[in-house]
């Protein structure tokens, strides 16, 4: 925890000094390591981090911050790790989406909503949006309504005779 801070201490640190003298862009690979020394954190604690690298440059200006969140939504976005894309649906939801912060490129906007939209009701943890479907005696049937261990749900056209036999 104190060498997470300190990392946070020393990054900001960093990033002030390098957007008053040169190019904002040269933070990059400074940012990029410290995401990847807290990307086994819990993702609640990511969360907490990269809320608390955003605030904490907000004295450089709007330009830096959307840069920070811009590189962490991106690095999460991409990551390996299975629901860490919950921290990209953070950032885009708490910064981007409602126009909080401005996302880089204007042409690109449109794929930070996307990608929202389609991962919000996959996240780890969270319930699945409600799933009716027609049973076998032409009925609707919620998913949810059924209670057993053990769902098995078949997907096939109901015209297709050897689905129907696999069946």
């Given at each position: 925890?104190?060498r997470?801070?300190?990392?946070?201490l020393?990054?900001t640190?960093?990033i002030?000094?390098?957007?008053?003298?040169?190019?904002?862009?040269?933070?990059?690979p400074?940012?990029?390591?410290?995401?990847k020394?807290?990307?086994m954190?819990?993702?609640?604690?990511?969360?907490?981090?990269?809320?608390?690298?955003?605030?904490?440059?907000?004295?450089q200006?709007?330009?830096?911050?959307?840069?920070?969140?811009?590189?962490?939504?991106?690095?999460f976005?991409?990551?390996?790790?299975?629901?860490?894309e919950?921290?990209?649906?953070h950032?885009?939801?708490?910064?981007?989406?409602n126009k909080?912060?401005?996302?880089?490129?204007?042409?690109?906007?449109?794929?930070?909503?996307s990608?929202?939209?389609?991962?919000?009701?996959s996240?780890?943890?969270?319930?699945?949006p409600?799933?009716?479907?027609?049973?076998?005696?032409?009925?609707?049937?919620?998913?949810r309504?059924?209670?057993?261990?053990?769902?098995v749900l078949?997907?096939y056209?109901?015209?297709?005779s050897?689905?129907?036999?696999q069946?």
């Amino acid at each position: 925890m104190k060498r997470a801070l300190l990392t946070l201490l020393t990054l900001t640190v960093m990033i002030h000094s390098m957007t008053a003298q040169t190019d904002s862009t040269s933070i990059h690979p400074y940012l990029t390591d410290y995401l990847k020394s807290i990307m086994m954190e819990p993702i609640d604690t990511i969360i907490c981090r990269v809320d608390s690298l955003i605030a904490a440059v907000e004295p450089q200006g709007p330009d830096v911050q959307s840069q920070v969140a811009g590189i962490a939504y991106d690095f999460f976005c991409d990551s390996p790790l299975m629901g860490q894309e919950a921290v990209s649906v953070h950032i885009a939801d708490n910064y981007f989406l409602n126009k909080k912060l401005k996302w880089i490129d204007e042409k690109t906007f449109p794929g930070v909503y996307s990608f929202a939209e389609f991962n919000r009701h996959s996240l780890l943890g969270k319930s699945a949006p409600e799933l009716r479907m027609e049973g076998i005696d032409s009925l609707w049937v919620s998913m949810r309504n059924i209670e057993s261990p053990y769902k098995v749900l078949y997907f096939y056209e109901p015209q297709c005779s050897s689905c129907r036999r696999q069946t």
